[in-house]
């Protein structure tokens, strides 16, 4: 298949690119690389070395002699979207070019509207160029599972049927996102919906768990080839997160009880998981949900698994619980559907004693560009006067003084 990869430089695109390379498909990846830039904002950098993209391509056709299209530039500009689209003509556009850390968006307004309007706009753009040029490829878009966040009942892969005063339907499953992130991907569903429903379009919308891991067969080809690896507070997941703490002596950061619950799955199942999107795709007019991940934990069982596989290694490892920077149920029930992908063929690969070892591994082989300084929690979700925007306005302030 044609195969184009919206945000191929990031962590889950990146993979997914070389993987569907790989296997035979024709690639090609859009990207602005804003995800390099937020780094530099943020000050923090990946845990692995990653190359600039330019290069990862050039060692990646020399090792395979597989040609990966590159088209630099912003999805939330429709011309440049529109003649990517034009010049590559895709089967499949796989959509991960968002803002995706939680955190990032309840930094302040600024964040908060730079999220919403990056992720609506781009994928919106992404639904009118698919109208005007390709009515027939199939969307494969990223969502989470955070979108449905945490009800008292089970969780259905996308649309739930009720009965509601004698009368019944199918209707979208309740959505109660826990941050202006996973709400600017509950706005991009419903936007997905309806343009299937009112242009005949056809949508795989993959709510996607919290991923862990950073090698894949393909990335392990050379160092050149490396992916992501994040660990600071804002854009580093918690499984990820742990084993970096775990390896340097940090006490793993468990925000409040930890009986925050949810779905996960290793960076090997979701390129796995895209690929079969790809081959079985939606009908024309449907816009269909599968929630893409292997297992649930909640925070506090994924910091003892850690702790155990650290202690093997002879690593000292501490659990602290601290207070909660997010607004979140800290005990809750929880049990969400995920049997669609493993219908179309998925083998899940379940989180082992050996994955944790090589995650440590990983940062103990690069323990030099660990920086300790971005394992605490600095963005609170109850208090827009979060330590990053008080010391922005901090040197603001310093600033005006000074010029006075
Ligand atoms: P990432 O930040 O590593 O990668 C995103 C990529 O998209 C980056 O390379 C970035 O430069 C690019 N991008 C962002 N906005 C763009 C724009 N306007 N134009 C062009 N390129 C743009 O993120 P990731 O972890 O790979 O996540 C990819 C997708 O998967 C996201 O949509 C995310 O919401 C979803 N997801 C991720 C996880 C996870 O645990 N990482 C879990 C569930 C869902
Ligand atoms: N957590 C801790 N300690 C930490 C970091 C996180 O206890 O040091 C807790 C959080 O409070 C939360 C849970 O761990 O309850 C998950 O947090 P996370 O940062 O690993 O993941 P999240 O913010 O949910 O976001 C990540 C991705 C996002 C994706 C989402 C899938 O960054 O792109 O959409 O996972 S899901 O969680 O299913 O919504």
């Not at 969780?155 to 996973?182: A, M, T």
């Not at 440590?360 to 925007?389: C, F, H, T």
Request: glycine content about 8%.
């Amino acid at each position: 298949m044609k195969i184009c990869v919206l945000g191929g430089d990031g962590y889950c695109g990146w993979a997914t690119a070389l993987y569907l390379s790989q296997r035979g498909h024709s690639v090609s990846i859009i990207d602005n690389f804003a995800r390099r830039q937020w780094d530099y904002e943020l000050g923090v950098q990946t845990l692995t070395p990653i190359r600039p993209l330019a290069e990862r391509l050039r060692v990646w056709q020399q090792l395979t002699g597989n040609v990966i299209e590159l088209y630099v530039g912003d999805v939330t500009d429709y011309d440049f979207l529109a003649s990517a689209m034009q010049s590559f003509e895709p089967d499949s556009v796989v959509h991960f070019a968002e803002q995706r850390a939680a955190p990032y968006s309840m930094i302040d307004r600024k964040h908060a509207v730079f999220t919403q309007v990056n992720n609506v706009v781009g994928t919106l753009n992404l639904l009118f160029a698919l109208r005007e040029l390709q009515p027939d490829c199939h969307l494969v878009k990223l969502g989470t599972m955070g979108e449905y966040g945490t009800p008292n009942i089970d969780i259905e892969e996308g649309y739930i049927e009720i009965e509601h005063r004698g009368r019944r339907d199918v209707l979208p499953f309740p959505k109660q996102p826990g941050s202006f992130y996973h709400l600017s991907k509950v706005h991009d569903s419903h936007n997905m919906m309806f343009a299937c429903k009112i242009w005949g379009l056809r949508a795989t919308d993959l709510n996607q768990g919290v991923v862990y891991g950073t090698t894949t067969d393909e990335a392990a080809m050379d160092e050149a080839l490396i992916n992501r690896f994040d660990y600071d507070e804002v854009f580093g997941t918690v499984l990820n997160r742990f084993c970096v703490q775990a390896a340097i002596g940090h006490p793993l950061t468990v925000y409040g009880q930890g009986g925050q619950t949810r779905g996960f799955l290793d960076i090997r199942d979701t390129v796995r998981c895209v690929e079969l999107a790809c081959l079985n795709p939606a009908a024309p007019g449907e816009c269909r949900v599968f929630n893409q991940f292997t297992e649930q934990f909640s925070v506090l069982e994924v910091a003892q698994l850690v702790q155990t596989a650290g202690h093997k290694l002879g690593l000292a490892v501490e659990i602290e619980h601290m207070p909660d920077p997010r607004v979140e149920k800290e005990q809750h029930y929880y049990n969400a559907k995920h049997s669609k992908l493993i219908d179309l063929g998925l083998k899940p690969r379940y989180l082992s004693d050996s994955l944790l070892d090589s995650l440590m591994n990983i940062a103990l082989e690069y323990r030099e560009r660990i920086d300790s300084s971005v394992l605490l929690p600095q963005v609170n979700w109850r208090s827009g006067a979060n330590e990053r925007k008080r010391q922005v306005a901090l040197t603001e302030v310093a600033a005006l003084a000074g010029g006075r």
